[in-house]
């Protein structure tokens, strides 16, 4: 089942405003990955973390990868409408060769203007 | 980079037909996972392709699921028999070794 918990679960937000989200697990990962993903689309990959304390931006996204190894942070400055979607946190389960991703609940985001 | 392509994106069925769902992973990766994801959750994996070899399956996937790669590049879910709980939207992703996963758009089942 699921091993990443994100909040929150959902926001409504206005246009222009900065956006934190969070995942936090049980257990130690050695990647995290963010995707969003629209109404009737496949995930798509915003960001990947590599090393605990990494700090990466794309754009107006920036994430960190927790000191813990445990959690991961999103944030979205200055938010526009195309923004809405359901983001999700991923880590690798490592079991032998595979790097199967585990999911995140998701944060539902809403934009008005 | 014409990115991850699934076929079809939607398919209609009656409980206890079969199906089939195809996916065309980024040409040069060599890896190919399939998720389901049910709505208001995230993907859950289902199956993972290294080539042509099935290196691990979940328990998620019952004996009615079958997925193959036969040549290494595109791959193909089979469901058969459906149930009402088979359906959900069935993602496939690709990466090359070491390096993050990229989806397709999915194929939406759902089940009469």
């Known amino acids: 089942g699921q091993q990443l918990n994100q909040s929150p679960q959902s926001m409504f937000i206005q246009e222009g405003e900065d956006v934190s989200m969070n995942c936090t697990s049980s257990s130690i990962f050695n990647t995290w990955l963010w995707y969003k993903q629209d109404p009737g689309e496949g995930p798509v990959l915003l960001i990947a973390?590599?090393?605990?304390?990494e700090l990466t931006s794309n754009g107006r996204l920036t994430a960190q990868f927790g000191i813990t190894r445990k959690d991961s942070f999103l944030n979205i400055s200055a938010s526009i409408p195309s923004d809405v979607g359901i983001y999700f946190c991923a880590g690798p389960i490592n079991t032998g060769t595979a790097s199967k991703l585990t999911f995140g609940t998701g944060t539902r985001l809403q934009v008005t203007l | 980079d014409t990115g991850v392509s699934q076929d079809p994106r939607h398919k209609i069925t009656k409980r206890g037909q079969n199906v089939t769902f195809r996916c065309d992973p980024i040409s040069e990766h060599n890896r190919l996972y399939w998720y389901r994801q049910t709505l208001g959750q995230g993907p859950e994996f289902l199956t993972y392709f290294q080539n042509e070899a099935q290196l691990e399956k979940s328990r998620l996937l019952s004996n009615r699921f079958s997925a193959e790669r036969p040549k290494g590049s595109f791959s193909t879910l089979e469901i058969q028999r459906t149930e009402q709980g088979d359906s959900a939207m069935y993602l496939c992703?690709?990466?090359?070794?070491?390096?993050?996963?990229?989806f397709g758009d999915g194929t939406r089942l759902s089940i009469l």
């Open positions: 973390l590599y090393k605990a304390g």
């Open positions: 992703a690709s990466s090359f070794y070491g390096q993050p996963q990229h």
